[in-house]
């Protein structure tokens, strides 16, 4: 039995459809304490990971710029900021 790979934006689009509150220019979302919750462990980790991956592609750099050499020597070409290859990511978009 073979799982279907959700996108990111897909999922996030239909939970949006699912508990957001009609009214003005904000996106109000009618969640539980813990859907709340779960919601902002979930940006926090993302933005934690984001800037993890950045923190790693600007070390990378600056040691190019000290050392010389190649400014992607490191960096695979199929990787992203945060270090994970494009078809890791796949879902996720």
Not at 23 to 34: A, Q, R
Not at 37 to 46: C, I, M, S, T, W
Request: charged residues 30%; aromatic residues 8%; negative net charge.
């Amino acid at each position: 039995m073979t799982q279907r790979v959700r996108k990111l934006r897909d999922f996030l689009a239909e939970f949006v459809d699912e508990h957001a509150i009609a009214g003005g220019d904000e996106l109000l979302l009618d969640v539980t304490p813990e859907e709340a919750e779960d919601l902002g462990l979930f940006f926090v980790r993302g933005m934690c990971g984001w800037m993890q991956g950045l923190q790693r592609v600007r070390q990378q750099r600056n040691a190019t710029d000290t050392y010389g050499g190649a400014a992607d020597e490191d960096v695979a070409g199929d990787e992203d900021v945060a270090g994970v290859s494009e078809a890791e990511t796949e879902f996720v978009q």
